[in-house]
């Protein structure tokens, strides 16, 4: 009787063990895939890579709430700007206009 719940312990170990593995192999897999978004935004975006540097420096200590929410907003104004306006740069004109 012994033998079998030492039997089944081992058992039990050996799969929460490999579920653990596997669970943590996603997850650095996920990360890795994160971190490789993350470095394209910020080689690609410089308002991206503003807000994180102000970001980092607000988590260190280095840079005040108030200014980090500021540079975070100005990023979040920067990319809708964008977005908003057409290949060639200029702001769509649309059937309201008066001018």
Request: hydrophobic letters at 55%; charged letters at 20%; a positive charge.
């Amino acid at each position: 009787m012994l033998c079998t719940l030492i039997r089944l312990a081992r058992q039990a170990q050996r799969i929460i063990a490999r579920t653990a593995r596997a669970l943590i192999d996603a997850a650095a897999c996920r990360l890795r895939d994160l971190w490789q978004t993350h470095l394209n935004r910020v080689g690609g975006n410089a308002g991206y890579a503003a807000a994180t540097a102000a970001v980092l420096a607000g988590g260190l200590g280095l840079l005040p709430a108030r200014d980090v929410i500021a540079a975070v907003l100005a990023a979040a104004f920067g990319v809708y700007l964008r977005d908003s306006r057409t290949a060639g740069g200029a702001v769509p004109r649309s059937a309201f206009d008066l001018d």
